[in-house]
């Protein structure tokens, strides 16, 4: 396994098109989580890749794990308990996704330290974590930063994304005095540019830069991404029909380039290009590219 990452997937309940909730709908039954998403897609660039989490001894939870195995994903350090695994709901109106959670005190929530064995990270080089994960209870949020540490101490790359999320519900203030303490361990930080600023109290991308206290990468929507002061322009126009899950895929991207070794700005384009493949479907991850799709584009990127 050359990456690790931990956190919550859950049940998602997705309507087929664009508008406002109403009785009678369709929706498609999928599931989705910041982590799994970017497991997914890297695994199918040909990556090994390892998520741990928990999940409820239901049908979602044997649903999600069954999928994530037959997408190449490592789930051998899961646990299935007794309880139920989280579900969300999202919709698209005016151009926006909207989400609506369902996951307090789901399986997922009992997530801590002791779940991510020391022989889960032999031979790993990149741990991506979120704040997703240190915001759903107290003992996930231990778990990442006994997971950072560790890593640390082994000479692991880690990846920090905040992946604040209003709807849990969180407030920046907390959400930023929760993350801050893992950043002495992490490499990089991946954030979009509203988030991070909310979380660092920044009016633009320039002053956000200059606050988060490591390695960042600014992702600027259409317009691309900043990491190292350089502007790095998406790899085409994009055309969104769900945003939800693009920030996963960027994480992805990057991640493949670090393991090529590839400087931070050909990174960023492998992250460019993930995302934009995301953008395209109304699930978080189904869009996302094999190798052999995108092996051309990207090598060209490096």
């Known amino acids: 396994m050359s990456v690790l990452t931990v956190g919550e997937s859950l049940g998602l309940l997705d309507p087929p098109a664009p508008g406002p909730l109403r009785l009678g709908m369709p929706l498609t039954l999928r599931f989705a989580g910041a982590e799994s998403n970017m497991a997914i897609a890297l695994a199918r660039l040909g990556v090994g890749v390892r998520w741990i989490s928990r999940v409820g001894e239901d049908p979602i939870g044997a649903l999600i794990l069954n999928a994530l195995a037959r997408e190449g994903v490592d789930t051998r350090y899961a646990i299935v308990q ?53 915001a759903i209870s107290q003992s996930a949020a231990e778990l990442v930063l006994d997971l950072v540490a560790r890593a640390k101490r082994r000479g692991i790359t880690v990846v920090f994304d905040p992946n604040f999320r209003p709807a849990l519900p969180d407030k920046p203030a907390a959400a930023a005095a929760r993350t801050l303490p893992a950043l002495a361990s992490a490499d990089w930080y991946l954030c979009g540019l509203e988030e991070g600023n909310l979380l660092w109290g920044t009016g633009t991308a320039a002053e956000l830069a200059q606050a988060i206290p490591i390695p960042s990468v600014i992702r600027l929507g259409a317009g691309g991404a900043l990491v190292g002061g350089e502007r790095i322009p998406p790899a085409a126009t994009l055309h969104v029909t769900d945003e939800v899950g693009a920030g996963d895929a960027f994480a992805a991207g990057f991640i493949f380039g670090l393991l090529r070794g590839w400087p931070p700005p050909a990174c960023v384009r492998a992250a460019n290009l993930l995302a934009g493949r995301a953008l395209l479907g109304t699930g978080d991850w189904e869009t996302l590219p094999l190798l052999e799709e995108v092996e051309a584009e990207l090598e060209a990127l490096a």
Do not use: N
């Open 82 to 134: 007794p309880g139920r695994t989280g579900m969300f709901i999202k919709w698209r109106e005016d151009g926006r996704t909207s989400v609506l959670y369902h996951r307090r005190g789901s399986a997922a929530c009992d997530l801590c330290p002791g779940d991510v064995p020391e022989q889960a990270l032999d031979g790993v080089r990149v741990v991506h974590v979120t704040g997703i994960t240190m």
